[in-house]
């Protein structure tokens, strides 16, 4: 169950004919791709985060801590070093 609302939410979150997709965009008054090309990035490393540490480490038999902490660090590694910083105005 987890693994399809999971994957109903990336699909959400990636498609630009979604309507949430569509509102975000209008909220932030850019174009629907220049959104969707911006949270693409982010939406695809927690993906396969998730996937690699999550689903498969469990699957496995590892313990789900140690798939917490891994996708944790996982994730803040690829914030760093994807991520770009805000400027402040």
Do not use: N, W
């Given at each position: 169950?987890g693994?399809?609302?999971s994957?109903?939410i990336?699909?959400?979150?990636?498609s630009p004919?979604?309507?949430?997709?569509?509102?975000?965009?209008t909220?932030?008054?850019?174009?629907?791709v220049?959104?969707?090309?911006?949270?693409?990035?982010?939406?695809?490393?927690?993906?396969?985060t998730?996937?690699?540490?999550?689903?498969?480490?469990?699957?496995?038999g590892?313990n789900?801590?140690l798939?917490?902490?891994?996708?944790?660090?996982?994730?803040?590694?690829i914030?760093?070093s994807?991520?770009?910083?805000i400027?402040?105005y």
């Open positions: 169950i693994a399809l609302l994957g109903s990336f699909g959400d979150h990636c004919i979604s309507d949430t997709t569509i509102l975000a965009a909220s932030c008054s850019c174009t629907l220049d959104h969707v090309e911006t949270q693409l990035p982010y939406a695809v490393a927690t993906a396969m998730s996937l690699f540490f999550g689903y498969l480490f469990c699957g496995f590892f789900p801590l798939s917490h902490l891994c996708c944790f660090g996982f994730i803040v590694v914030i760093f994807i991520g770009k910083r400027p402040l």
